[in-house]
């Protein structure tokens, strides 16, 4: 066996919860330590240590991959009230991924593993749709009020010239009111991260919201999306072939439909949280979808863009075997060797990111995979095994394909 290939710069790595942190140390062990000398700063996010630190982990994390540039995150719990009594915590912690993306800003690309033997259940897609997702604000970082008496709500703005005061409702009995936020700053860095993605993967970008309904708050994203195509990126557009519009998100809906893939898009906050999950399952499964939050200063996450797993967990627990698709986490980690390799000048380890892709995706193609994708390959002969068994036979693919 040749040599293990040395990183130079470490890898900010986030281990999280329930199956995904046994996939991790699977993958971990069977496809990558076996090639690659890991050199990596270890966070362990899992919600246990999150509650032990009183979640101070899950911003070192986060500072450490502004340090280094690069991470790899495992998916972790969102804790909620269930959780808080599950494992007894001190406070209902938020979710480690707001809290990164709050640190980092930026803009979250998701993108389907295609496989030839599994079809999109919308026939007319062939290529793979990107959705960019804006990180920062609006519900994730919202303020939200339960009224339950009358009472009238305002809107008020405390600014160095004074106050701006907004009438928004007048309770005559119970209701609830929500407000939220977000930064000029923060979308023309989104608007940024999609047009130069858009021109990395020369494809189209599309952008959507609802400005006719929120003429101020989407009516503002529009603008700026529009401004800076004018002022930085048309040029470059032109040049390349593609293309930037807008369009509301109705109808970017009813477009993204009758498509046949191949390009971004943009969508703010709460849309893409959405939108991913569709396209995903679209696509064939959540577990072949994989995630990059990119910040406009240049620092990438990785992850896949699925949870924990939960239900397969507590089944692992039991004893029982699971058949859980390591594939998106296992791209999280091509992604981010990849991308170390490119910033370090490491070629091999690019090299072996896309060997390892290829071998994950060949085994799909012969047949060989986990549970879920076996109601939706079109295979005739398919073989369906447990994850340890599934990551055994990447290896051997692997193995041929790096000899
Ligand atoms: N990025 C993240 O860290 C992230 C994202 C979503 C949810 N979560 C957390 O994950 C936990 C579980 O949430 P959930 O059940 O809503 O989401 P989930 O993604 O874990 O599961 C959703 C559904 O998809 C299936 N599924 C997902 N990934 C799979 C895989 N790799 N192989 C086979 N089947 C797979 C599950 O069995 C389930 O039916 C929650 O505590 C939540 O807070 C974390």
Redesign the pocket.
Known sequence: MTAKITMTTPLVEMN???MTRILWQWIKETLIQPYVDLNTEYYDLSLEKRDASNDQITTEAALATKKYGVAVKC????PNAQ?MKEYSLKEMWKS??ATIRSILDGTIFRTPIIVDSVKPFVSTWKKPITIARHAYGDIYKDVEYRVEAPGKAELVFTGENGEVRQTIFEFKGPGLLMSMHNLDRSIQSFARSCFNFALDRKQDLWFSAKDTISKTYDGTFKEIFQQLYEQDYKEKFEAAGIQYFYTLIDDAIARVIRSEGGFIWACKNYDGDVMSDMVATAFG???MMTSVLVSPDGYYEF??????????YYQYQKGTETS???M?TIFAWTGALKKRGELDGIPELARFADALEQAAIQTIEDGVM?K?LADLSLLSQKKVLNSQAFLSEIRQRLDKILS
Request: charged share 20%.
């Open positions: 999280g919860d329930e998916a972790t719990i969102t959780r480690p991924n499964s959540l577990a992850e896949a863009a699925h949870g924990t797993v939960t239900r397969h859980t698709n390591p998106a986990t879920d």
